[in-house]
């Protein structure tokens, strides 16, 4: 059993950053997979950046290449987003996920994972 929770959410004015902090509890094993996916409203969740627990491998959606930086401190069973140049769009639920039994699945679609965060909110004003 994984239990996720995230922190750093807020609000940011366009062109701003922020970081988003996500603690697991529970034992990650290489082969895990920790995911960042968000929801704004009227949409459907959208994959936004993955990273393999073990081997640090990362995966980006497209609308947040170079500007959205993933990490993980293995020690504090921690993943951090952290999330720069912030537009308008960016703005949605941000949800943290674990993907601990499909270590070769793709880690961009949400229905490998596993378990899910209670998410944190993004606002970006204009």
């Known amino acids: 059993q994984v239990q996720l929770v995230e922190s750093g959410g807020g609000l940011v004015q366009a062109g701003g950053s922020l970081r988003l902090s996500c603690a697991a509890s529970?034992?990650?094993?290489?082969?895990?997979?920790m995911g960042w996916f968000r929801q704004a409203p009227g949409k459907e969740r959208e994959f936004v950046v993955a990273?393999?627990?073990?081997?640090?491998?990362?995966y980006y959606g497209d609308p947040v290449k170079g500007r959205f930086t993933i990490s993980r401190d293995i020690a504090k069973n921690t993943v951090y987003l952290q999330m720069n140049s912030l537009e308008p769009e960016d703005a949605a639920v941000y949800y943290c996920?674990?993907?601990?039994?499909?270590?070769?699945?793709?880690?961009?679609?949400?229905?490998?994972?596993?378990?899910w965060g209670q998410g944190t909110q993004v606002t970006v004003s204009s």
């Open positions: 996920a674990a993907d601990v039994s499909s270590p070769t699945a793709n880690p961009t679609v949400a229905p490998v994972y596993d378990y």
């Open positions: 529970g034992r990650l094993f290489s082969s895990a997979a």
């Open positions: 990273i393999r627990w073990g081997g640090g491998n990362t």
